[in-house]
């Protein structure tokens, strides 16, 4: 496609629900990132993906959250039971193999109450 | 760890005149630098990049300068307009064998028609 494709854009939940973000990466893009972005702050990394293998996860807050590319192309960042301090924007991006500039999607935005 | 970092300032500047954004990171073992600009409700875009062996690079209305010296980053935007009003991250990666992006807090351009 022609740009990161995210969805739901928006998501309430309440606290111990799971919910499932869905991302749609550039046609093509080897890498994928996860990154989690809380009001007023820069984006925090969550984990990446080089196709379907998920070679670092070490952002990832707690076991509750988990990410899988199964195919090497759409991925989904699904958080279990969740909490209101998981409320936040979670951002995908991807990129081409070597390349350092990543293309964000506009993010889905989850609000736990 | 180690980390990118803004002390979250609002820049206001009067259309036309010149901005600089500013910028500290602490990881001396980073080797490239990218400034992303991000609009309310989208992802962060890219602007402009600096690898570290390189002290300016310039881009269009766009320049980054780089001081390892003092670990210091600023991106200058010539003749701000209103479209320039957005948050602002610097960003850093380490050669690690991919591209893992860590973002700082951001600064918030505010353009005065």
């Known amino acids: 496609g022609a740009g990161v494709s995210q969805s739901p854009r928006y998501k309430v939940a309440k606290r111990g629900q799971d919910v499932a973000l869905r991302c749609d990466p550039i046609?093509?893009?080897?890498?994928l990132f996860w990154y989690q972005q809380a009001l007023g702050q820069g984006p925090e990394f969550l984990t990446y993906?080089?196709?379907?293998?998920?070679?670092?996860k070490s952002g990832l807050p707690s076991d509750r959250f988990f990410a899988e590319r199964p195919e090497g192309s759409v991925s989904t960042l699904k958080i279990q039971r969740t909490q209101q301090e998981d409320s936040a924007v979670y951002l995908c991006a991807s990129s081409q193999s070597g390349a350092n500039v990543l293309t964000f999607g506009a993010g889905s935005r989850l609000t736990v109450l | 760890g180690e980390s990118v970092g803004l002390h979250l300032p609002t820049l206001s500047v009067q259309e036309g005149d010149n901005s600089i954004i500013n910028c500290a990171y602490s990881n001396s073992a980073s080797d490239y630098f990218i400034w992303y600009k991000q609009e309310s409700g989208k992802g962060p875009q890219f602007i402009i990049d600096i690898r570290s062996n390189m002290d300016k690079r310039q881009g269009q209305r766009v320049t980054v300068l780089l001081n390892k010296t003092v670990k210091h980053l600023s991106l200058q935007i010539a003749a701000t307009q209103p479209g320039d009003s957005a948050v602002y991250f610097c960003a850093e990666n380490s050669s690690g064998g991919y591209q893992k992006v860590t973002f700082g807090t951001g600064t918030k351009l505010q353009v005065i028609p």
């Open positions: 993906f080089q196709n379907e293998a998920q070679l670092d």
């Open positions: 046609s093509g893009h080897v890498s």
